[in-house]
């Protein structure tokens, strides 16, 4: 299979309101690459956090004493330990300035997701979008009202790994497609049978997106044409391990 991934650069600044599925399909026309049936959108967080008004300043966050605790003992600004704590339904593991969180929306990652970089102002952190999967599909949703073609939506943020070096990107919320490609059941390459192989298809291409998009480098949206994947409803949330299958806590 032979698939292509672009980057969507020239999309401004986002604030809370705009209509994201409007600026990109304007971005996308802008290079020449008219949304079409079947392609994929890549959508970086940070912007889809920003349009539904998900940022917070830290001058107006009043912390609580448990919050002044966790800040003495991580280095943190208390006021942003209050807000990781606002959105954390249980602290995994703290180990020096590294706070791990489950966050309400089932994520376990640093900080529960609350980001400073790439946010106007020295005070601002973002959040992550209440519902990341309902926000997909609203975004897909749109989409097709102002292009006329369906296309799969993953939203993308990054996330470090337990047991492996540097950060990748995953999908924490995906409309439009099956996030996971079930391989159980099927022989492989010498006819024995899989039974274990579920791939994460939805994290691999938020992590193809990546290659375009960068961190700093402007570019919050990637189109992905080509991929051939299974449509039906299916979220992120899919894709959390359940507590009982989780070996490590």
Request: hydrophobic residues 40%; proline residues 4%; aromatic residues 4%.
């Amino acid at each position: 299979m032979m698939f292509t991934v672009h980057g969507l650069s020239g999309i401004p600044n986002i604030r809370e309101g705009d209509d994201l599925a409007e600026i990109i399909v304007e971005a996308a026309c802008k290079q020449g690459l008219k949304i079409m049936d079947g392609d994929i959108l890549v959508v970086a967080q940070k912007i889809v956090s920003k349009s539904e008004g998900r940022i917070v300043d830290l001058r107006s966050v009043d912390p609580s004493p448990f919050a002044r605790r966790l800040a003495k003992r991580t280095g943190k600004n208390p006021s942003h330990i209050e807000v990781i704590l606002s959105q954390t339904k249980e602290i995994v593991r703290m180990a020096g300035r590294h706070l791990i969180t489950e966050t309400h929306q089932g994520f376990v990652c640093a900080n529960a997701g609350v980001d400073r970089s790439n946010i106007e102002g020295e005070y601002t952190v973002s959040l992550l979008p209440r519902d990341p999967d309902s926000s997909a599909k609203r975004l897909r949703r749109r989409i097709k009202e102002v292009s006329g073609s369906d296309v799969a939506v993953i939203i993308s943020d990054t996330f470090g790994r337990p047991w492996r070096l540097g950060q990748t990107n995953l999908a924490i919320g995906v409309s439009g497609m099956k996030p996971l490609i079930d391989y159980r059941g099927c022989d492989d390459m010498y006819g024995r049978k899989l039974r274990l192989t579920v791939m994460a298809v939805a994290d691999e291409l938020a992590s193809a997106g990546e290659l375009v998009m960068g961190k700093a480098g402007g570019i919050p949206v990637a189109l992905i044409r080509g991929y051939v994947y299974e449509r039906g409803e299916g979220g992120a949330r899919n894709m959390i391990r359940p507590r009982e299958l989780d070996l490590f806590r």
